[in-house]
């Protein structure tokens, strides 16, 4: 199947829009297909999939009543969709291929007329959708179907992004007006008029009854898995090598492909940070490696760099925070050579898991549970108090999603009672607008009378929470590193590991007693036991602080001019205020993370998301003045 343009993306830099194969898509594809897109059609000429992608990011295959394409990081060869395609007798049978295929991908199938659209479970390759000329478009980004579609952003949705944390289902939405984000779980279905659609569940998550040993085995071959399904398709990779579990033992696994790895260590400023030791062990156990460990003064500390992100993002997300730390280093090992940047993010989110889940063991293995919450009192510091308080806490999901309206002001959550309940509840700062608050109360309202949680355990709910709340940072990330010239990928991410960790008995994944047991056995006789044996991780609390300190003066600026505050959401002197005292109380806790995200992000969409984006004629909010 061969483009109709030349134009061609970079790896990791590219988007793309789906069409419904109708006579209307051609006013949206119009809109939507710009000089130098690809172009993907339907035997009837129309176009298919449309964007900009490097050739190694797509395969796609057509049949006789059905077409197939995967786009992302997958490994599966064109012969094997073709059988596929011309194997399909229903939609959902792309559910199935899904399902069972490594890498981190979309796919789109089309079948008779009928269109299918899905990302990863994972919400790191998410998918979006509006009605353009009348007819329904799906793509992976939501900015570009606003503009497309001439709307602009919804201010209620973005007041409910200033929430510190944000809980689900509030983080999942689209924040502009008139496109729709399809949840992680579920396949966008468009009917053959292309005027209609709706949403079908292809992922639900797996039973958590694997023990340790057989969860130990399916993890190491999923990880290799999806380690392998990069370095197919590039010569030299670099990795992250922090010394932590997570980091090396992705490198550990790429050395073992016919890749040449570059390891990266970014020694920490702290003193105490033993990273740099524990990296330097794990080096020295492959004589190949390329390892490069940069100067620590160098790295650049959180907040760098703010007022000078210009990076396309289709939401706001707290990742500007670490933007220039997450790229700095990528154009040092692209000059070595390196094609794609693995990284250990997910780790912490696979390999170990939510305390919540203690919870329900409590009810159904008392004696166990007791003696691991006695041990998780002392390893968190958790008062008995606000212990006993959070485990008799018994309020269904969308009760306690209610509950949080009346506490939004209240002083921060024990610790403990979002280790143990359904999350952190969100909190709202004092510089938030009268009427943007009112307006995230009604928001959280509405979601809470029909909330569901991504599962009916407490545990299993925070896991693909936290999951997805790490992904929504990552998709943006990714972009960055693309754009930056690096590429980066996150095997942890990979739905097939996700599932493999998900999998285990939640006793055997979390206990206060040994660090992560289910990646140190999975990776047992891939990475040494020397290794394997650190206990610790290193904290980036220093430079969060030196970097609050070190750049208030680009705080204050920030909320100059504030765009946040001209939508009538924030009091942009009271930030200023605060900028002006970084020693503030609370501000190490990330209290200012929510809303530093999204005044970045409008500032890169102004002058585009300016006055015509104000609130519509009912919105609760003030119109920009």
Known sequence: MTPRSSGIAGPGEGHFTVFPDCAEALAAARSLITPGSRVLSYPSGRPWLAGRWHDREITAVRARRSGIAVLGCCPAEAAEL??????????????????????????????????????????????????????????????????????????????????????????????????????????????????????????????????????????????????????????????????????????????????????????????????????????????????????????????????????????????????????????????????????????????????????????????????RLRGFRALWNWPLRDTARALLDSRPYGEWLAGTRRELHAPPAPTVSGALGWGTPPRLFDWVTPDAGEAIRRALGRAAENAVPLAPDRGMHTDLHLIRDCTRILRIWDRMAARAGLPMASPFFDDRVIEAALAVRPADRVTPFSYKPLLTSAMRGVVPDVCLSRRNKATASMDATNGLREHRADLHALWENSELARRGLVDAGRLRALARRPATPGLREAMLYSTIACEVWLRTLAPAAGPASGPPPDSPLPAPS
């Not at 490594?102 to 979006?128: C, E, W, Y």
């Not at 919804?154 to 729709?180: I, K, Y």
């Not at 062990?281 to 500390?301: I, Q």
């Not at 730390?325 to 250990?344: I, K, M, N, Q, Y």
């Open 82 to 371: 073709q059988r596929c395609a011309e194997r399909m007798r229903d939609l959902t049978d792309a559910g199935e291929l899904a399902r069972r295929l490594p890498g981190s991908f979309h796919l789109v199938a089309d079948l008779d007329g009928r269109l299918r659209i899905q990302g990863t479970a994972s919400g790191l390759r998410r998918v979006f959708h509006a009605t353009v000329g009348g007819a329904v478009v799906a793509a992976d980004r939501a900015d570009i179907l606003a503009e497309a579609a001439g709307s602009g952003v919804d201010e209620e949705e973005l007041a409910v992004r200033l929430l510190w944390p944000v809980p689900h289902p509030l983080a999942e939405t689209s924040v502009w007006r008139g496109v729709t984000s399809v949840p992680p779980e579920d396949a966008l279905v468009v009917t053959p008029s292309g005027r209609g659609s709706r949403t079908a569940r292809w992922w639900t998550p797996p039973e958590a009854d694997d023990s340790l040993e057989t969860g130990a085995e399916n993890l190491r071959a999923a990880l290799d898995d999806a380690v392998r399904a990069r370095t197919r398709s590039a010569a030299t990779v670099s990795c992250d090598l922090s010394g932590g579990l997570d980091s090396t033992s992705v490198t550990f696994l790429a050395a073992r492909t016919p890749a040449r790895v570059i390891a990266s260590t970014w020694p920490g400023r702290d003193p105490a940070d033993s990273d740099l030791h524990w990296a330097r062990k794990a080096a020295e156990h492959l004589p190949d490696l390329d390892h490069v460990v940069w100067d620590a003064d160098a790295s650049p500390l959180v907040y760098t760099g703010l007022l000078d992100i210009d990076d396309p993002m289709d939401e706001p997300t707290i990742g500007v925070m670490d933007r220039a730390r997450v790229l700095h280093h990528l154009p040092g090992l692209a000059d070595r050579g390196s094609e794609l940047h693995l990284t250990g993010i997910g780790g912490d989110h696979i390999a170990w898991c939510s305390e919540a889940y203690y919870h329900r063991l409590l009810r159904t293995r008392p004696l166990l549970a007791l003696g």
